[in-house]
């Protein structure tokens, strides 16, 4: 089993930052990819940005130049740094990992979600 925790969700300003954290833990050989996805009211979860192993990015294009996805694998941890935030940022966001147990299975595994809401 995998479990994900987040943590940096929160109130703020338009034009602001925030900065999201997404530690995985558990019986892992490897992760292979790390992402955040987000859903806001009534709307469908979307990717926000991936990053494999390697170290290679994807994001969606809502997001490009403002956000950057980093991680580190010892740590097995991801990274979502937030600027220039604007009020249809607001979703709740949610990390997710890819990869391989110790045992050899393959995992798909989701964090419990945090808030970002941008607001005046």
């Known amino acids: 089993q995998v479990q994900l925790v987040e943590s940096g969700g929160g109130l703020v300003q338009p034009g602001g930052s925030l900065r999201l954290s997404c530690a995985a833990s558990?019986?892992?050989?490897?992760?292979?990819?790390m992402g955040w996805y987000r859903q806001a009211p009534g709307k469908q979860r979307e990717l926000v940005a991936s990053i494999t192993s390697g170290g290679s990015t994807n994001y969606a294009d809502s997001v490009k130049g403002r956000f950057t996805i980093s991680r580190d694998n010892a740590k097995n941890t991801v990274y979502l740094q937030m600027n220039s935030l604007k009020p249809e940022d607001t979703a709740v966001y949610y990390c997710?990992?890819?990869?391989?147990?110790?045992?050899?299975?393959?995992?798909?595994?989701w964090g419990q979600g945090t808030q970002v809401i941008v607001s005046s």
């Open positions: 997710n990992a890819r990869g391989v147990l110790r045992t050899g299975q393959i995992f798909d595994s």
């Open positions: 558990g019986s892992i050989r490897s992760i292979i990819n």
